[in-house]
Every structure is written in structure tokens, then in C-alpha cells.
């Protein structure tokens, strides 16, 4: 057995993601695992379309099984989300870390995450960070000073980034873990336009949010496209944020600064910040071009706007994720959860009413982020969903 | 000078809201005063455009002034509302209550709330509430019991129950006020078919909520009509509650059992009934039909979600308004004014900002029930209209 692991958020899954899946397979993985981000992604947004959709797809395109990201890990900041992502996989376990990544060596993306590593330590950092520079910002210079030229430009593309960070974690949580760093292949993680058969899944959500389904066909899998146009066709796609819009809106116009204190990554008076842009705001774009600053990125500020829809406590990122949730599984994700299952594990369950009655904190977070993001949807639906959907199972 | 005084919604302002205006003018009044919901109505749900243009409506139509009853009140069960309106138009002050009504005897309405008075200390009351009879069906029993089935139909009609509770409530707070009944010509106030010129305000919503603005004109006087169509041009007019019901759901899929018992009437366990529903339900509508009973009408459960959502405190009503509103003014309107500032009254004032640096906990409430208003009209706007918008002034 090889077993081999993915961290995604298939949001939606396009023809890159099959590519990525097939790769694995021509480097020998016999069982491949996905980490998927549930309804709520690392860009801060809902999701284009439900996570057991999203699972699926997955599995009819390649994978064996998909596991889910808890919701505080999904949106948390990069560090956050590699680490959640690698702790699920090495208690699978997984031998195997495969990710895409803009950079043609992995000897020259593990030199770059040394350098990351050094930069967290520099005084030189510390005193841009004081000096109301963003962390992703100071963190370049830093690296820039450290190593050079090369390496700062190579932490500046987002999957270089991200795969920096599994790196990171791999090394603190789990050393033993082999990494495979696929160069993309085509459109890059945020290219407006596509290249070759490959498209960005920002374009897709673009074209999405104009009306464009049928175009979308011709950068997905075919099995992908028609799962995606069927929860299209019943209105549980989010095809539109506007519905985010006003429920974030409505969220903080009602909140006190006391309450937004609790939440992550909402603090040095930025509660302040956001509460008086959500009066004067009229959508998400508008909110954030109010609030975001040289220190808080758009990005940034983009999570911790959905931490205080979603009531995420600071304190919920101290603890690693609380179980292994399966969204969908084949025969073989069913023989990687057997090894999971005979290890010292956390928790593995397709029931999440049993994560419920255990207590967990971080299902009872989960429940409550999908009951709103059932009134995202397009049609807004009943909640409850992670009480009644079963996971995806192929026989 | 002969003031008088009417208490409204003007949901929309209709030709029967003319017709009354008018009459009152004919039976001798120099100046007229009307107290209007503002935002919210007494129904429990959005006004169908915002409280300025309404209250243009009402000025270009007839009425010398407006004044607002703060939003606790507006939505608050028939009792307290007639109560702020009463006590409103006391501060004024005010010779003659005009109101509108099904019956065509003051007498007759007069001895129907002497018989609802007695009604509320009958043993029978108190025992029909304890089986579990709503209490609009307990106090009608009681009064056929009381004063037999003539009294307890005349209760039975909106509008006298409504001017039931006027009469009261003049009891109670200023008894030197008269009554004018005005008995209602055509359309009742529930009426689903229009009647000569007359449509009822519910019949022009639905109307509106289908789309057929033009055929509004009808039932509406023509300054009324374009004061009306220039909102829904502006995206200005709440034509639609799908925007209310996905706020409102997302209020309480969020909310905590403790939370919602602070808020206006949610007791005796129906916290926990709203919770349950709010995530069985995709609707307001479905989730009144969840959560109604025999006992908490779905009139009744409407206010209850409307004060869970607006964040309204049960000690809310226990005082009356605090401060006279003004929210549209012509020079008799400013006479009437100026009686009232002669007087020892509540602080009267056009500028909101003055009652929030006065710390009124109605103004709080109203400006953060306004905020959420201004996200559930058809393009969901910036908030902060209590600070910006000004008073509708003829000069």
C-alpha cells in the first residue's frame, strides 16, 4: 500500500485537480486521501456549492476518500489550515504529502521554508510587523534578507505558499511523512483566463457567478460538471454572494464590539473598525474595501469577518482537529480508515451525530456554520444538513 | 384650534387612510397628528417601504405631522401599541383620538371595552388561559360570558379591537381625550378583494409583492402612489420577505436558548421551539407553521420572532416612549409642536442624533432595527438612515 494524501478545497474540482490525482497515481500512490475544507473556504467565503457535493465529485474524479476539515481549520489563516490538513492526514495514517506548487524543485521550496522559519525569528521582521507592515509582507522581506532574491519570490505564489506550510507542519507534527511537489501544470492558482484544458477555479467561480454553467464544462471532468449542474439545477449551489452579504451584514450591524473581541484574529480595535464599516457598507466588496488596512489584508480581514458570522473563539485553533469526518469513501478510503481505525486515533465516524453527543466543540461549530450556509444557497433551505446528509459511499 | 389625533401604519397609505384624514377634517379638526410605526409593524414583519416615505405620504396626503412610535411599541402586542400611541399624542397634546372602526356606535365600542376590562379579571379568563386557549380566544369567551354575543363580535373585528384598546388606554392616561369613531367605508381590514375605491393596506402588499405596482394606483391618492413607485424604483421598498425570513433564520440558527428568553414574550419554553424550527424551516412562513400553537397565535409568534430578531428586551414596554419623534412636519404640524414644548413633555425632537447622545434605549434599538431594515429592502443598502435621513418639512 502507498498511501498517498491531498489537502483541497475542489472549490469547484476542475480539470487541475484531476490532473493532480492522476499524477499521484503515476508516482505509485495505491490509496489517495483528500482533506477537503467544508462549507466555508480558506478565502473566507462559502463555498460554491456543499461539501458532500463537492466530495463527490472528488470521488467519482480519482479519489479514495475524503475526510473533512473541520470549520475553524477551513477558514483559519494558511498556518493554520496545512497544519489541521497534515495532523488528519497522519492519522490516516498517510505516507505521502502531494501538492501542487508554481516551483519546478522541492529541494528549492524546502530552502524557501527554512527561510520562513528563520524570517518568524528575525528581529528584522518583528520591527516591520511593529511598523503596521502585513505579516505576509514583512514575512517576504524577511525571507528576502535571509536568502535572497529567489526565495522571496518563490513564497510569493499562493500554492508555493500553502505548500511551504505543509512542509512546516510535516516537520513539526509528523517528520516521518515523505512530501511530492507536483509544478502546476497550466493556469495559475488565481489566472483570470484559462490555459489549455486548465482553468483556474477562481475563473470557474467567475463564470459561475455570471450565469456561465454550460461553459464550465470544458475545464472540469465531465463526472464533476454534471454533480456541480445538479445542485445548480436544486438550488443548493451559492451562486451569488449576496445572501453572504446580508446575513454577514445583518450579523455584525446587530453585534457589540465585546462580543467580536471573542473571535479570532478580531482584536487591536479592529472590532471597532468593523462594526462601524458594517453600517455604512452595503455588501462584502464594500466591507472590506473599509476595513482592510496595510496591516489587515483583504485576505486576512476576508476571515475574520466570516469568524464573527460564524462565532469561531480565538481559542478554538489552540487544539488540533477533534476527529476524522468522512465525507465520501470507496472500498479502498474504507481500507485506509481500517489503519486508521487500528491506530491510537482521534475519533472516525461518517455519523456525525455521534461527534455531536461526544461533546466535540468543533462539530457543534460545523453544525451551526452549514445551518447558515443552507440559507446561502440559492434557494434558501432548511438546516440541519449535517444531521441528514449521508456521506458519499461507493460500494 | 382643534387637534386631532390619529395612530397608523400607513402600510401602504391607501384611499381609506384619505377618506378618514378627510372626515376628521370635516368633523372640525384644525390640525391633524398622526403617530406612526416606524420600520417594523405591529404585524411582526417589515414595513413595506421605509418610515420617511410613508410619513411623506401621510403629510402630502392630509396629516400636518408625524411623529414616530418607537420601534418596541410598533411591534408590540395591540395593548402597548395603542398605549405609546395614546401616550404620544397626550404629549402633544391632543383634544380628540380619531380612529376608524368596524362598528357603527361609539356606545356600543365603549360598553365592549368595559366588558374587556371586566373580561381580564373574570375566573373564566384565567381559566380558559391555563388550558391553553390563546388569549384573544379566552378574553372573546369571557366577553360573550360578560356581556353577550353582540359585545363579543364587535371585539371579534380588527379595528374595534384595536380602538378597544385606544379607548383604554385614554382611561388609563389622559381620560380629558375624546373619541371620534369614524365607521370604515368599504374594504375591511383584512379584506383579500377590493371594495369601490377602497382596498385593504393587505391586499395592496400582496398586490405589490406580485409585482403589480401599476395597479396600486386604484386604491391609492396619486401623490401617495408616486411617493411609493419613486421607493420601489430606488430599491428603497421591501417587496419581498425572502430577505426577512433568511435574516431572521440566521438570528436564531445562531442563537442560544438564554439568549432568546431575554428578549419580549419568549417564555414558557418557546425558546426552544423557535430554536427547533429555525432550522427545520426555510421560511417565515414555515416557520410559523412550526412554531404556532393554540396558544401562541400566529399573530402573537410573529412579534415573538420580530423581538428576537430586533433584540427587543422584555422590560422594554414597561415605560412609555421616550422622546416624540418627528418624522414629517408641515406649519400647522409645527404649531402642534409648539404646544408641546410649552408643556412638561418628553424630549421632542427632528434630530435622532440628539436622542441617541441622550442615551434613550428606544433610540438604540430603533437605530439598530433600522440598520437591519435597510438590509432586507430589495438592494440591500448601507445602514446608519437614522443619522442621515432627515425629516419630511413643508415649509
Not at 52 to 61: D, G, I, K, S, V
Not at 119 to 146: C, F, N, T
Not at 219 to 235: D, H, R, T, Y
Not at 352 to 365: P, V
Request: glycine share 6%; net charge positive; proline share 6%.
Amino acid at each position: 500500500m502507498k498511501a498517498v494524501g491531498i489537502i483541497a478545497e475542489y472549490n469547484p474540482f476542475h480539470n487541475g485537480h484531476a490532473y493532480q490525482l492522476r499524477e499521484a497515481r503515476h508516482m505509485g500512490a495505491t490509496h489517495l486521501a483528500v482533506v477537503m475544507s467544508g462549507n466555508f473556504t480558506q478565502r473566507g467565503e462559502p463555498a460554491i456549492c456543499d461539501k458532500w457535493t463537492r466530495a463527490r465529485m472528488a470521488l467519482e474524479c480519482g479519489a479514495d476518500l475524503v475526510i473533512e476539515i473541520p470549520v475553524p481549520f477551513a477558514c483559519a489563516p494558511a498556518r493554520d489550515f496545512a497544519a489541521a490538513g497534515v495532523f488528519l492526514l497522519s492519522q490516516l495514517p498517510i505516507d505521502t504529502l502531494c501538492f501542487g506548487c508554481e516551483c519546478q524543485s522541492l529541494s528549492h521550496l524546502c530552502a524557501a521554508a527554512r527561510a520562513v522559519e528563520q524570517a518568524e525569528r528575525h528581529p528584522m521582521m518583528k520591527r516591520l510587523l511593529d511598523d503596521g507592515v502585513s505579516y505576509i509582507h514583512a514575512r517576504e522581506q524577511a525571507v528576502w534578507e535571509i536568502a535572497g532574491e529567489t526565495a522571496a519570490e518563490i513564497i510569493r505564489q499562493p500554492n508555493n505558499a500553502l505548500g511551504i506550510e505543509y512542509l512546516r507542519a510535516i516537520g513539526r507534527l509528523c517528520p516521518q511523512m515523505a512530501a511530492w511537489a507536483i509544478p502546476r501544470s497550466g493556469a495559475g492558482h488565481h489566472d483570470e483566463r484559462p490555459n489549455g484544458a486548465f482553468a483556474s477555479a477562481s475563473y470557474l467561480r467567475s463564470q459561475l457567478q455570471q450565469g456561465n454553467l454550460p461553459q464550465l464544462s470544458e475545464w472540469m471532468p465531465k463526472q464533476a460538471f454534471e454533480i456541480l449542474s445538479q445542485a445548480v439545477a436544486q438550488g443548493r449551489a451559492v451562486t451569488s454572494l449576496e445572501s453572504f452579504s446580508r446575513l454577514l451584514l445583518a450579523s455584525l450591524r446587530t453585534a457589540a464590539p465585546e462580543q467580536l473581541r471573542q473571535f479570532r484574529d478580531v482584536k487591536e480595535g479592529v472590532e471597532f473598525r468593523i462594526l462601524r464599516a458594517s453600517k455604512e457598507a452595503a455588501s462584502l466588496d464594500d466591507l472590506l474595501k473599509r476595513t482592510a488596512t496595510k496591516r489587515y489584508s483583504r485576505a486576512r480581514m476576508r476571515r475574520c469577518l466570516l469568524a464573527c458570522l460564524l462565532k469561531i473563539p480565538q481559542a478554538e485553533l489552540a487544539s488540533p482537529p477533534q476527529y476524522l469526518r468522512i465525507l465520501a469513501c470507496n472500498p479502498k478510503g474504507r481500507e485506509l480508515l481500517q489503519r486508521a481505525r487500528k491506530r491510537d486515533t482521534v475519533p472516525v465516524t461518517p455519523k456525525f451525530a455521534q461527534l455531536s453527543h461526544m461533546g466535540f466543540s468543533q462539530a457543534k461549530l460545523e453544525a451551526q456554520a452549514t445551518d447558515l450556509y443552507a440559507l446561502m444557497t440559492e434557494k434558501a433551505a432548511p438546516g440541519n444538513w449535517e444531521f441528514t446528509q449521508n456521506p458519499w459511499i461507493l460500494l
